[in-house]
């Protein structure tokens, strides 16, 4: 009788509805919470059911009379998964220990009524990992204020150098440009659990792999919705991307280049992140071909825009690219068929079979360890051998005169057209177009220096490097 009347009072406080409607609802209470806990402090539930938004002024609970804070949604009709945030992934609830704690998880036809205790928020209990820090000795922060002129931004920059780098001066490596640094490498500064990066490489290098080396871009915080996407979402931001990827191709790449040994061409070049870093490398990788071979897509934010599909109609294939997209069958309720129709689209617009790996796994959620536990496939599959299957990279180019003054003539083995780009020494692209083998490419009006010709014909790729007096 007693739960009765309180279910019945707490059904007015937070929606004025009688108590027999709560049939129809599910209502979390959370009846413990962390005594270091700021007062005042809004709570709010992150899931499934709103795209996991950790500050959805529709999902924050109220304050109880008794102390508890609760939310009520209607019933629902798939499983969710959540967890509860002060605002921001930063202040995420934790485990006992103040580490990361996997998704909560309700089943369809469970309890109306679910009581829920949070154990301790991350950014309050030492950030996960009781003040010690996980990063090796592979790992280091270049700095904490790399300027980024696109946004008139500072970030802080990661790096993680094979652990043959020193001793091997005359080798070069590729280079994966990851986001959310803050959750790859240190679970001293992840929000949910670190993918273990550094872990994972070093592994695969003492199982034979060549290496690479990685570099991570602090995510921006409150920026991240916006430089994450180049399209607005008129209830989430965005519009941003562009810059945001411009800041990796005009400026950081350039200076990554030219700081460390890396083969900085784009077969050696790759881009990845999840869920709306994973949204921005597939933006990234479409939009800048001449620049990135390879692509992690994992649990893309593709419910963010449709235009994340037209671009790759509008663009279509201009080179050879390696596509890995990675869902769970327990994302959000779209995730497999979104994915789904990027790989189809994809398919439909040039690229080949061999280029697009879709894996979905049926119990992959959308948290870090399962991106952590997909990391090392995934990366096998971007630089294994069998990438050389259609990444070729032929030197039969003829490129005349070299050096060159207003004009240029191309001439290879294949008697297709070519689409080709002329890039400066900052990697931007100054000149492109179509040439048929044996004609001229007009140089007019571009300045002395060195350029890089790229020329993509059928799966061949063609680069040679060209002086302009």
Known sequence: MRKTAFLGALALLLGGMAPVQLQTQLTFIVNQ???????????????????WNPASSAHQLNRLPDSSWAITLPTPTSNLQFKFTRGSWASVEGNATGGPRPNRSYAVGGPDTVYISI?????????GGGGQSTANAQVQVLTDSFFMPQLNRYRRIWAYLPPDYDSLTSKRYPVIYMH????????????????????????LFQQG?????????NNGGSQRINEYS??????????QGADYVNFIVQTLKPYIDQRFRTDSTRLGTAIWGSSMGGLISQYAAMQHQSVFSKVGVFSPSLWFSSAVYSQVSSIGKQFPMKFYILAGAQESANMVNQVTQLKNDLLANGFTAPEVELVVKADGQHSEWFWRREFKPAYQWLFGSASTTFEQSLA???????PATDRVYVAWGDEKAAFYQLLDVQGRIVLDGSVQAGDSISLAGLSAGMYQLRLSSGSALYH??????
């Not at 919470?33 to 795209?51: E, F, M, R």
């Not at 180049?230 to 519009?239: L, T």
Request: negative net charge; charged residues 15%; hydrophobic residues 45%.
């Open 33 to 51: 919470v962390p005594a270091y806990t700021p007062a005042n402090a809004p709570i709010y539930l992150a899931g499934t059911i709103n795209n």
């Open 119 to 127: 154990l301790s928020w991350e950014d309050l209990h030492g950030g």
């Open 180 to 203: 959310d640094a803050q959750n790859l490498f240190d679970n001293l500064t992840a929000f949910a659990g670190e993918w273990e990066v550094d872990e994972s490489m070093n592994a």
């Open 209 to 217: 792999d060549p290496g690479a080396i990685v570099i991570g871009i």
């Open 230 to 239: 180049p399209w607005v979402n008129a209830q989430y931001g965005g519009g």
């Open 396 to 402: 039969s180019i003829q490129v005349y005169p070299n």
């Open 464 to 469: 040679a490097k060209l002086l302009m007096r």
